[in-house]
């Protein structure tokens, strides 16, 4: 009887280390997300990075300098600026989309292509990283959810795993500056 609750217990404490988000949940809700139209341009975005305690353990600045080409790859230059804590201080993505709402990407330290899934006014975007900790470098996946408030305004939510163990969370708001 010991060895039957025991196991439920790790079962229960396991499964609730996960977040699980239906895409499928957001397929008709208003405005839809299109990341070529939203990224078209500059944007500045706020964030926080929490450990798996809920600690703050990052604040920082991102300014983003989208760009279409005529190949319709969407390039986003990356300039990161901390608040609080370290982090790396600039990444260009490369974004293509390989079919109707599906994407993929590329930046130097993100291993093999991200890929992403557009479901109404969410997306979808997920990865392996080498992510640099202290004196460190720890392979990790980031699922990560952005939602459209409006044509000027996303949030995003990451979870870091690894093992399947969300890590840590990172929140970021997006905000449209202007268009090219």
């Not at 990075?49 to 604040?59: A, D, I, W, Y």
Request: glycine share 8%.
């Amino acid at each position: 009887m010991k060895n039957t609750l025991f196991a439920l217990v790790i079962c229960t404490t396991i499964s609730g280390c996960g977040i699980t988000i239906k895409g499928d949940a957001y397929k008709n809700i208003t405005p839809a997300f299109d990341p070529y139209a939203f990224f078209d341009g500059n944007v500045k975005a706020w964030g926080i990075v929490q450990n798996r305690s809920g600690e703050l353990v990052q604040r920082f600045t991102v300014d983003i300098d989208g760009s279409i080409d005529a190949g319709n790859v969407l390039t986003l230059d990356e300039t990161f600026s901390y608040g609080l804590g370290e982090g790396v201080t600039s990444r260009i993505w490369t974004i293509t989309e390989t079919d109707k709402n599906q994407y993929q990407g590329t930046a130097s330290d993100i291993l093999n292509k991200a890929k992403g899934t557009v479901y109404g006014n969410a997306m979808q975007w997920s990865y392996d990283m080498q992510l640099p900790v202290d004196d460190t470098t720890y392979k990790v996946h980031f699922d990560d959810w952005m939602w459209a408030f409006d044509e000027n305004t996303i949030v995003n939510r990451s979870y870091i795993r690894k093992f399947g163990v969300t890590m840590a969370e990172v929140t970021i708001f997006m905000q449209k500056q202007n268009k090219r």
